[in-house]
């Protein structure tokens, strides 16, 4: 019986030592969303690649993340974002681990929608954008970090978001309250200015109502989706 089977069957996470992984959805919480997170570290005007990005076995809402990283990244018109790692190991063969997803037969299976989603840019991106202009003391200084989109994490899964540095003017270009009306705190709902996109943290969903790639992703509460679109029991 291999580790990843022990921690399932005792329900002890604790017990993964490196690389500790939640066993929890991010679709629980905006904050801990990869969306914000990526958003974080993209420059205005510039190409934006994410490198390395995965939801991590053994945990067990894992496959929520290619579509939604799809989805998201057209709404942000980011150029691309590569999930890690992909080794030789052939499916079904080797055994599970943390990252090597080349082994995981039901997360490449994840792929035949999420790809096509990104790359035909089915979601359209948002028309608008919020630009942080970073000033040099805040770069230069320790902790040389901004907590704008820490305050405001549900702003990048409504409008796209970026930042300059060095600018001689600190502050933000483009009103939050144009978007604030995509947000419900209450309801802990949030939906693109496109209206293609909405997530539901209370629910635990988020979805698509594009035409081309209508769906919706996420575990939901008690296995029920409540996306407007595809409503399910």
Same mark, same amino acid.
């Given at each position: 019986?291999?580790?990843?089977?022990?921690?399932?069957?005792?329900?002890?996470?604790?017990?993964?030592?490196?690389?500790?992984?939640?066993?929890?959805?991010?679709?629980?919480?905006?904050?801990?969303?990869?969306?914000?997170?990526?958003?974080?570290?993209?420059?205005?005007?510039?190409?934006?690649?994410?490198?390395?990005?995965?939801?991590?076995?053994?945990?067990?809402?894992?496959?929520?993340?290619?579509?939604?990283?799809?989805?998201?990244?057209?709404?942000?018109?980011?150029?691309?974002?590569?999930?890690?790692?992909?080794?030789?190991?052939?499916?079904?063969?080797?055994?599970?681990?943390?990252?090597?997803?080349?082994?995981?037969?039901?997360?490449?299976?994840?792929?035949?929608?999420?790809?096509?989603?990104?790359?035909?840019?089915?979601?359209?991106? /948002?028309?608008?954008? $919020?630009?942080?202009?970073? &000033? =040099?003391? !805040?770069?230069? %200084?320790?902790?040389?970090? #901004?907590?704008?989109?820490?305050?405001?994490?549900?702003?990048?899964?409504?409008?796209?978001?970026?930042?300059?540095?060095?600018?001689?003017?600190?502050?933000?270009?483009?009103?939050?309250?144009?978007?604030?009306?995509?947000?419900?705190? /209450?309801?802990?709902? $949030?939906?693109?200015?496109? &209206? =293609?996109? !909405?997530?539901? %943290?209370?629910?635990?969903? #988020?979805?698509?109502?594009?035409?081309?790639?209508?769906?919706?992703?996420?575990?939901?509460?008690?296995?029920?989706?409540?996306?407007?679109?595809?409503?399910?029991?």
């Amino acid at each position: 019986m291999g580790p990843s089977q022990v921690w399932k069957i005792q329900n002890d996470w604790s017990r993964i030592l490196q690389a500790p992984i939640d066993n929890q959805t991010q679709l629980a919480g905006l904050a801990g969303n990869l969306i914000p997170h990526f958003a974080q570290a993209r420059l205005s005007g510039k190409p934006f690649l994410i490198t390395e990005w995965n939801d991590c076995f053994p945990n067990e809402y894992r496959l929520e993340g290619p579509p939604l990283l799809a989805a998201y990244a057209d709404l942000q018109g980011w150029d691309g974002a590569l999930q890690f790692d992909f080794d030789h190991a052939v499916p079904g063969v080797d055994g599970l681990q943390a990252f090597e997803l080349s082994r995981w037969p039901d997360e490449l299976a994840q792929w035949v929608a999420a790809a096509p989603l990104f790359h035909r840019r089915d979601v359209k991106e /948002a028309p608008g954008e $919020v630009v942080e202009r970073v &000033g =040099e003391d !805040a770069v230069l %200084s320790l902790p040389s970090y #901004s907590d704008f989109l820490v305050k405001n994490p549900w702003l990048p899964f409504v409008t796209r978001v970026s930042r300059k540095i060095m600018d001689p003017k600190p502050g933000v270009d483009g009103s939050l309250k144009a978007f604030k009306s995509h947000y419900d705190a /209450a309801a802990q709902s $949030v939906t693109s200015e496109t &209206g =293609e996109l !909405a997530l539901n %943290s209370k629910e635990r969903f #988020s979805g698509s109502n594009r035409l081309v790639s209508k769906g919706a992703w996420g575990p939901g509460t008690d296995g029920r989706s409540n996306f407007p679109p595809l409503r399910s029991n």
